[in-house]
């Protein structure tokens, strides 16, 4: 990494560079009980997100299920409304857009999400599943269509002819190579791969992996990339944010939080990956209990409870996300 | 040989495109595979076709009583012999399939329009809507149904083929809808349906390119069911003198001029073929339910 580039970490990255950008970012669930469904309660899915991406790079979310990460992608993809804080995208603020103007924007991000075989109409032929953005976007005629449609079945690996069939006919990968070049159609600036390989074999993912990354330089593509799989989202990613209930604890380069990751629960996360190397043994980072419940997070950090170097202040103080060494984001009180 | 290896190899190979076969053709090429179903379409389309034939059939009107020659048994004349007002019955077998198929058709088609239509606003929109909706539909599925027919039949003082259908579809509804809530409020969680809302789609295309054709399979099923039951349902309603006048001809019309104890014992020739139409088409439609249900959804092995 160049002396210039370190000196870009988040804070100081000049706004043009920057496509997304969450603040604050909130999205409770409500649970409604009794006979009048009241509320009496909420999940908190995403309890205070904020973070940058810039153009042309990667984000990794990693976490165990459950701890928001992939609310955070629909609440990017507008699918979902956050409860509170903003998104902004590309310099526009688009947490209260809807309607036409949502639909305009929605052209420059997409979503590739992580089941094939339910991401795409049975009942549509690839060709028409692979057309319908731009038809519904109103991007050329008919002709100009089924050529763009031959040309990014073929940017995706795919022969044009594929087009005249229809999904069931495909094997996982290929269907996910047709999710992607649906994705693609409109030219997006921005893709939220959610757990996009974690429904694919091992081989089959190197090869979705790899063409997302191909995408990624071809095209300018920044991705936001959700999965549980540490392995993956270091093969893929420039930055990884690890989250858990719902929070950020520690966002940093790829390099770094891989080599000396700071928050602890980033710590027992790394330890309980597999190490491809067989010499290499390490202290496996044991947790005890279970993810607490998000309907009714501990306070504090809410960490705490499960983390091997709690102290006092962590029961009642929530830690902020804050700058730790050369702009390595942690949330945690160890380092404060 | 020569020339012909060479030839042969002149010979341009032509470019192969296959075309996929969308499900619904799969599915349909699964059911004319299924023999019970096979037969179920074939008596059916018979059936079909003798109550649009039926002047071709037989010399006789439905309509027009011999009353010179009532209550005769099977002649010559009157293959199926004559009722007690003197009308043909065999006449009557073959007209009566018009109504019977009428109203089960037309009822059907009627329910199964309003409750996709109900049910899918209710599904789609979900939330207070939904719960609303379906406060209603709780309503409806109690309301007496024999006691609506008669009041509208009063009110409106005819007796008819339109009324019993109007009845029907206005009644049958709510069982549909709810059927039919539940699947758009399934699909509305599919991937692919959110994925249309991301590229862009609108709720329209939403509803009719990627909900409606997903729900196809399952509302052809489920009509198939209602024709069937609904072709009993007419029967019934005939047989207690609700269903259309007397002088339209209607097989549970049939039916009921034939519950004496005389006719019941000496007259099978009169209720017999009624009797047996009503269950072949019943039959018939039942296996069509059948095969079309495993053909669209071969998993379930019901």
């Known amino acids: ?336 | 040989m020569a020339t012909q290896i060479v030839q042969h190899a002149v010979k341009k190979p032509e470019r192969k495109v296959t075309v996929g076969k969308s499900p619904t053709r799969l599915a349909f090429e699964r059911f004319f595979r299924n023999p019970l179903a096979v037969a179920g379409v074939i008596v059916l389309s018979l059936i079909i076709l003798v109550t649009i034939f039926a002047p071709f059939l037989t010399k006789f009107s439905p309509s027009t009583a011999d009353i010179m020659n009532t209550d005769s048994p099977p002649t010559a004349l009157h293959p199926l012999g004559t009722d007690a007002s003197g009308f043909d019955n065999l006449a009557r077998v073959l007209y009566g399939g018009r109504v019977d198929l009428t109203v089960a058709f037309a009822a059907a088609f009627m329910s199964m329009f309003l409750g996709t239509l109900y049910g899918g606003i209710s599904g789609f929109f979900g939330g207070w809507v939904d719960n609303i909706m379906m406060r209603f539909v709780d309503i409806m599925l109690n309301f007496p149904f024999l006691i609506l027919v008669l009041a509208l039949e009063s009110i409106f003082s005819v007796q008819g083929v339109w009324i019993l259908v109007f009845v029907v579809g206005v009644t049958a509804w709510p069982g549909p809808a709810r059927l039919m809530r539940g699947m758009f409020l399934q699909l509305r969680e599919q991937d692919y349906v959110i994925g249309a809302r991301t590229i862009g789609c609108s709720s329209w295309r939403i509803i009719f390119r990627h909900m409606l054709p997903n729900t196809l399979s399952f509302l052809i099923v489920l009509v198939s069911f209602s024709v069937a039951s609904y072709v009993g349902l007419e029967a019934a309603l005939s047989f207690l003198g609700l269903g259309v006048p007397l002088s339209v001809p209607s097989w549970g019309g049939m039916l009921n001029a034939s519950t004496g104890y005389i006719q019941l014992t000496t007259e099978p020739y009169a209720w017999g073929p009624p009797m047996a139409m009503i269950v072949l088409t019943i039959l018939s439609v039942n296996f069509i339910g059948d095969g079309l249900r495993d053909a669209f959804d071969p998993q379930s092995k019901a």
């Open chain 1, 1 to 336: 990494m160049s002396v210039a580039e370190r000196q870009m970490d988040a804070n100081h990255t000049p706004q043009s560079d920057i496509l997304l950008e969450l603040t604050g970012v909130k999205k409770y669930f409500p649970i409604t009980g009794g006979v009048l469904r009241r509320t009496i309660g909420a999940v908190k899915a995403v309890d205070d997100i904020s973070f940058t991406l810039r153009k042309g790079e990667t984000l990794g979310l990693v976490g165990e299920s459950g701890c928001g990460k992939s609310t955070t992608g629909r609440v990017i993809m507008k699918i979902l409304d956050p409860t509170a804080g903003t998104i902004r995208f590309d310099g526009r603020d688009i947490t209260k857009l809807s309607g036409r103007a949502l639909r305009e924007m929605r052209q420059d991000f997409q979503m590739v999400f992580q089941d094939p075989y339910s991401s795409l109409n049975p009942r549509m032929s690839v060709g028409a599943l692979v057309a319908e953005p731009l038809i519904v976007n109103k991007k050329g005629t008919r002709e100009q269509i089924r050529d763009e449609v031959e040309r990014l079945l073929q940017v995706v690996g795919l022969s044009p002819e594929a087009r005249l069939r229809f999904p069931h006919e495909f094997s996982g990968g290929q269907r996910q190579r047709i999710a992607i070049a649906r994705a693609l159609a409109l030219k997006p600036k921005l893709i939220v791969a959610d757990e996009a390989v974690s429904a694919l074999d091992v081989s089959i993912q190197a090869q979705i992996l790899n063409l997302l990354a191909d995408l990624r330089k071809e095209f300018g593509l920044s991705y936001v990339f959700i999965s549980h799989n540490l392995a993956v989202v270091k093969h893929v990613s420039d930055r990884v944010g690890v989250m858990y209930l719902g929070r950020m604890v520690e966002l940093a380069d790829k390099a770094k939080l891989y080599s000396q990751p700071l928050h602890p629960y980033t710590q027992a996360l790394l330890s309980a990956a597999p190490e491809p190397k067989r010499n290499v043994t390490r202290d496996r980072i044991v947790l005890a209990g279970d993810v607490p419940s998000p309907a009714n997070p501990p306070s504090g950090c809410a960490f705490h409870t499960r983390c091997p170097k709690v102290m006092d202040v962590c029961k009642s103080q929530r830690p902020e996300l804050t700058a730790y060494g050369d702009g390595q984001l942690v949330a945690c009180h160890l380092y404060a």
